[in-house]
């Protein structure tokens, strides 16, 4: 990282970026792992939806919104995708090894 990188705002964009994309990683991992009542999934997208959204936009730099803005799209809770639970499920699946790979991804500094 350059000194531009550790300015206050990025330190605590960062946080907020690792507290939304570790709650939605647990929350994609309950989905994967469980049934659950409808409600957990519809707050499962209102996650989803404002981590990505999110990421999206803290990680322009890092070409994030490539992946994440799909994802916002997929995971959109005001027009939501009626999907098969076999779809969902696959779909919870990348969507929780993206938001891992790109959390460490773009919080990481390069080594140079």
């Known amino acids: 990282m350059n000194d531009s990188d ?3 705002s990025h330190v605590v964009g960062g946080g907020v970026l690792l507290f939304l994309n570790a709650v939605t990683a647990l929350m994609l991992l309950g989905a994967c792992t469980g049934r659950h009542p409808y409600s957990y999934y519809t707050l499962l997208r209102w996650t989803c939806f404002a981590a990505f959204v999110y990421t999206s ?4 730099r890092k070409k ?9 799209v997929i995971f959109n809770p005001l027009l ?3 999907l098969t639970r076999g779809t969902w499920g696959f779909i919870d699946a990348v969507a929780l090894a993206l938001t891992i790979g790109f959390t460490a991804y773009l919080l990481i500094p ?3």
């Not at 936009?57 to 322009?60: F, I, S």
């Not at 994030?64 to 994802?71: E, R």
């Open 6 to 8: 550790q300015t206050p």
């Open 80 to 82: 939501p995708l009626r």
């Open 64 to 72: 994030a919104t490539i992946v994440f803005a799909p994802l916002a």
């Open 110 to 112: 390069a080594k140079r």
């Open 57 to 60: 936009v803290w990680g322009l």
